[in-house]
């Protein structure tokens, strides 16, 4: 292609360092800054000595960064200067601020040219981000970074643990695993069905540690709603009774619905308490509905879960979704 004016000038154009000629001697070691250079042939290269430009591969050669004259010089022999072309299709290094979007080609970019600070679709986070994950957000135009803990629900209910059991089982256990200081209170929402007739279901707490229930005095209360001569007071038992009354069947058509809140179960200034709704039916099919509460007598002793299980006999089935309230 022509060009107007002076044509643009393409390579690595490098003057090397001054060499003082030593007597009776043929090579020398070409630097640029006190470093070696090493062309990239003898034609790459224009050399004068005493004033006269030196013919590359019969005047002299190069060997790395040596260039060895065709005879020996002498001291009045004076090398002028050496330039180095380098690779005149070499661009070299782009000045500040020259290469633009239109000089990238499309998809020439990869994520192996990427550092792991960049987003990219490379790597799933494949659960909640940490709160120090970032995302980043346009801010009138500007691109920001912000930490997830600044932009996450505050409210609400986070589920952490669900499951469904279809076989014969003693008991639904929650311990450490899921009852943290992440979380202040939690909810429990479970359905099921039970192996025996005429039969009731218990809660335990268990200890800070989660390891084992406690057997120590509890205070409840059950009311059977639409019936207001069935209302249950016990304290100093062994043992919380959901159910009032032994009234869940073992039929068919037969089963449970319960919202459990287990609240400050690690707190030591306030009681741990269970506040609970449950609905069902008895062997005669008799819909029942009660709410209940309870607690420790021990109000600051902390619990790292609870325990439910069976006046008689097993749960035959259940599924369960267990919440903790965000702070």
């Known amino acids: 292609m022509a ?165 014969t089982t003693s008991q639904l256990s929650f311990n450490t695993t899921y009852v943290t200081t992440t979380h202040r209170h939690y909810r429990l929402l479970m359905s099921g069905k039970v192996t025996t007739d005429n039969t009731g279901i218990r809660m335990r707490f268990k200890n800070e540690a989660g390891t084992s229930a406690i057997t120590s005095p509890y205070s409840y209360n059950v009311t059977d709603i639409g019936n207001s001569s069935s209302e249950t007071q016990q304290s100093s038992v062994d043992r919380i009774e959901i159910t009032n009354q032994n009234y869940l069947g073992n039929a068919a058509n037969e089963g449970f619905n319960l919202i459990l809140d287990f609240m400050s179960p690690l707190s030591n200034t306030v009681p741990t308490m269970a506040e609970w709704q449950i609905g069902g039916a008895n062997n005669s099919d008799a819909f029942k509905y009660q709410i209940g509460a309870a607690r420790r007598n021990d109000g600051t002793e902390k619990h790292g879960g609870f325990l439910l299980y069976m006046t008689s006999g097993d749960f035959a089935e259940y599924t369960y979704e267990f919440y903790g309230y965000n702070k």
């Open 3 to 167: 060009y107007i004016g002076t044509k643009p000038t393409v390579g690595n154009f490098q003057i090397c360092d001054a060499i003082s000629v030593v007597n009776n001697q043929a090579a020398y070691t070409m630097q640029v800054g006190s470093v070696n250079v090493t062309p990239q042939s003898a034609n790459h290269m224009i050399v004068s000595l005493n004033g006269t430009i030196q013919k590359p591969n019969s005047s002299f050669t190069v060997s790395g960064s040596t260039i060895t004259f065709a005879s020996n010089l002498v001291t009045n022999d004076v090398i002028d200067f050496i330039q180095i072309l380098g690779d005149v299709l070499d661009l070299g290094v782009p000045s500040d601020a020259t290469v633009t979007a239109a000089k990238l080609g499309a998809n020439s970019v990869t994520s192996a040219k990427l550092n792991n600070d960049i987003i990219s679709g490379t790597t799933e986070l494949a659960s909640e981000p940490a709160d120090t994950d970032e995302f980043l957000v346009s801010d009138a135009g500007t691109l920001k970074r912000i930490d997830y803990s600044l932009i996450k629900a505050s409210g609400g209910m986070t589920l952490l643990n669900s499951g469904s059991v279809s076989s």
